[in-house]
Structures are given as structure tokens and as C-alpha cells.
């Protein structure tokens, strides 16, 4: 089969902008795909339509995640070392994911509503007599990190230097975020820690000096709860608390600061439907799930084969990679009618920004939820308009649609 002439793995491509052409190209043409990659990776096939996502992303026993969820095809070796609850397939995953579940259901996080809108007005009161501001610095970047740092106990003196060391990590592609470029350097003496980078090492040592406080002094936050926690009647071990400790701070600070970054350039691109919520309180929780599809945080998720299979007329084989493309599955012309359109009224909205079928739904999709309708509430009570004031910049990488830089200029509501 010949690769279809799109270069999904062209960082410096995914820095200028999204491929959404591409992609409603390979929809049409080639829904499933096989992609070369250069050495010492094999190549994956690429799956671009939102039914067959789904379809992979239910059957867990045929589409494992156990050996990565990302193009690197990592040892036996690395795995054990740095496996998270989203490189797990039930009935690890599950067990983990009980332990974790409660304190992110819609209940449980909706006490958080008056602290989220604190924030959220202390940042903006802070910003917007600012005029023209980064966005993604004085808002986007400030939010989600103090409310997981509620939730998980973090101490507010370390919060920035969990959002600098979540960077470098998320965005370990990007040599203006990091210093150790995946891809570019040879990282092999940082192959056990997270994202192969020394910077994964760093979280876990901050990690291990807050899990020494909880045992001390427990609390009601959520490091407490997975402290207590019993497996099987077994407490976690110290790698399953690195590993826990990493992917709570990683994905529950980036994807949401993502999503409001990516949802105000959308309101700076689309004014008119910034004036139609505006005028429309109404179109709040629409708008929230508008968001997220737009935006599609987290581009990717990549699934192994576990026995030869068949896709949308294609072979394949056992132990090959899938790479289930969410970012594509948000703009499928069979499920969204005209996607490539902003609605901010669109409904019904199934977006796959947090995954959708199987077991590895996003955990924390209702926290997030809640902080991006919290913020939009506040910002339709204070600006009229949103304008850009510069050139947005974005993050090298396509496994998230990040934003390093947004600036902005906002006239305030009279």
C-alpha cells in the first residue's frame, strides 16, 4: 500500500497549523492508512474516521494500550518504569481507575464551582484592564493548575514549577519549551522516566517529597485517598505513585488550559458567535461542548494490535500500532454537520475530546467541563470583544493542539 502523501509526523508542519485539509482528505480517501516513519520506528496506520475510532477504542482486548499511547515504541523495560493509568488495559486499569473515580464525578467536582469562579476573577480582574494581554499566561495558564492543586493537595508555592516542568514534558517535542528534544537528542539515559525526558524525573521528585507529607499528615485531597488506597489489598508501590502523580499534573493542567486558549482564538476568529452567547446565557453548556470539539486538546491517542484484524478494507497485523485520531473524528462530515464550522449552539455535539467508548473516557472530563463553562460565563459578563493583538503561537507537536502564546486585545463590556 502506498503512504498516502501527507506527512502526519511533520512537527514543524503541525507548529504552523492543524492539518484539517488533510484530514477531511484521508476521510474521503484513505479512512484507514499506513505511514513509514523513520528509523527505529516501524510505521502505524492511521485511522481517520469518528465510527472506526470508536470501534477501536471499545474493543480493548483487540487494541491494547499497554505498550504506549504515542508514536515511540518503548521497551518492556520502559514501560514498567513509567506505565499510567492510560497505558493500562482492564483489569489494571479498571481496578485503578475505581480508585480514582470518585473524585472526579460530576458531584464530586461541582464543589468546586465557587472556587473555580474565584479564580477565574481574580485572573481576569488582573488582565483585562491590561487592554491587549497573553491569554494563555494570564488566564488559560492560571486556572486549571489551582484547581488541581486543590484537588490533589499540591502546595500553592509550587504550583508554576508544576506547570514549567508539565511543559517541558507534554511538549518535549519543542525546543523553544525544553532543552531536551524528543526526536532530536538522544534521550536513551532518560528512557525510564516519563515522556523519556530528565524533567520526568524532576516531577517525580517533587512528587515523592509530597508523598512523604501525606503519610505524616494526611488530608481530604485526593493524594490522601490514593495513599489509602487498597488494590487487591495491596497499597501502591512507589512507581505507581510516580507515575500517578505525573499524569494527574500533566493531564489535568493541559488539556483544560488548551480547551480556553483554543476556545477564545476561536471567539477572536468567530466574533459573531461570541455576540450570539453573549446574548444567549442559554447557549452556555452548548457552547462549553463546542469548545472542546473545536479545540480537541489532545490530538491522538495510539492503540497496538493485538492479533491480525481487519479495518476499512485493511490487513493488520499483530503488534502494529493505531493511531486513532480524535482531531479528525471531531470534523467527520458523517457525524457534525458542516464541522468546519464553529457553533456555538451545535447540538447534539459527540465530540471525541475526551475519548468516547471503551474504558479510557477522560477522568476528568467534568472537572474540565466545569472550568471552561466557568470561565466563558465570566468573560461574557466583562468583554464585548476579543481581538487578536499578535500572532498566536503554537506548541511543536501533534499529540496536543497547544498554545504557547495568545495574545490578545478585548474590549470590555460598558
Given amino acids: 500500500m502506498a503512504t498516502p502523501p501527507t506527512a502526519l509526523t ?4 503541525w507548529e504552523r497549523g492543524v492539518p484539517y485539509g488533510s484530514f477531511a482528505r484521508l476521510r474521503r480517501e484513505a479512512p484507514v492508512a499506513w505511514f513509514d ?3 527505529p520506528n516501524r510505521g502505524f496506520w492511521s485511522v481517520h474516521r469518528y465510527a472506526t475510532i470508536v470501534e477501536i477504542s471499545r474493543d480493548t482486548a483487540g487494541f491494547s494500550s499497554a505498550t504506549g499511547v504515542s508514536f515511540e515504541e518503548p521497551t518492556a523495560e520502559d514501560m514498567a518504569a513509567r506505565r499510567t493509568i492510560i497505558d493500562m488495559d482492564p483489569p489494571s486499569h479498571t481496578k485503578l481507575r475505581k480508585v480514582l473515580a470518585p473524585s472526579f464525578t460530576p458531584r464530586a467536582v461541582a464543589v468546586y464551582e465557587h472556587f473555580v469562579r474565584s479564580l477565574t476573577s481574580v485572573a481576569l480582574d488582573e488582565a483585562l484592564p491590561l487592554g491587549e494581554f497573553d491569554f494563555v499566561g494570564h488566564v488559560a495558564r492560571e486556572v486549571p493548575i489551582r484547581v488541581l492543586g486543590r484537588i490533589m493537595g499540591l502546595p500553592d508555592g509550587n504550583l508554576n514549577e508544576f506547570v514549567e516542568l508539565g511543559d517541558k514534558l507534554i511538549a518535549n517535542t519543542d525546543p523553544e519549551v525544553t532543552d531536551v528534544v524528543w526526536g532530536r537528542d538522544d534521550t536513551d539515559e532518560f528512557r525510564l522516566y516519563p515522556f523519556r525526558s530528565p524533567y520526568g524525573k524532576q516531577l517525580w521528585d517533587l512528587g515523592r517529597a509530597l508523598v512523604q507529607d501525606r503519610l505524616r499528615q494526611p488530608g481530604d485531597d485526593l493524594l490522601s485517598t490514593v495513599l489509602a488506597a487498597e488494590i487487591e489489598g495491596q497499597k501502591l508501590t512507589e512507581v505507581d505513585l510516580d507515575n500517578f502523580f505525573s499524569i494527574l499534573v500533566i493531564a489535568g493542567n493541559e488539556t ?7 476556545g477564545v482564538l476561536a471567539f477572536c476568529e ?4 461570541w455576540d450570539r452567547l453573549r446574548h444567549d446565557p442559554g447557549l452556555l453548556n452548548s457552547a462549553t461542548e463546542e469548545v472542546l470539539r473545536w479545540s480537541c486538546p489532545t490530538h491522538f491517542m495510539r492503540r497496538t494490535a493485538t492479533h491480525d484484524a481487519e479495518l476499512q478494507g485493511c490487513r493488520i497485523a499483530a503488534g502494529d ?9 471531531n470534523r467527520d462530515e458523517e457525524v457534525f454537520a458542516e464541522p468546519q464550522l464553529f457553533d456555538v449552539g451545535r447540538s447534539p455535539n459527540p465530540h471525541l475530546s475526551f475519548g468516547r467508548g471503551g474504558p479510557h473516557m477522560c477522568l476528568g472530563a467534568h472537572l474540565a467541563r466545569l472550568e471552561v463553562r466557568i470561565v466563558l460565563d465570566e468573560l ?3 468583554v464585548a470583544r476579543f481581538a487578536l493583538a499578535g500572532a498566536p503561537a503554537r506548541t511543536r507537536t501533534n499529540f496536543t493542539n497547544g498554545l504557547k502564546r495568545l495574545p490578545v486585545a478585548v ?4
Avoid: F
Wanted: glycine share 2%; hydrophobic share 35%.
Fill in 411 to 414: 474590549e470590555p463590556v460598558r
Fill in 380 to 382: 461574557c459578563k466583562r
Fill in 256 to 262: 483544560t488550559r488548551i480547551a480556553l486558549a483554543q
Fill in 10 to 13: 511533520d512537527l514543524d508542519a
Fill in 37 to 39: 516513519e523513520d528509523r
Fill in 270 to 273: 468567530h466574533p459573531d458567535q
Fill in 321 to 329: 500500532k493505531v493511531v486513532l485520531w480524535y482531531v479528525s473524528g
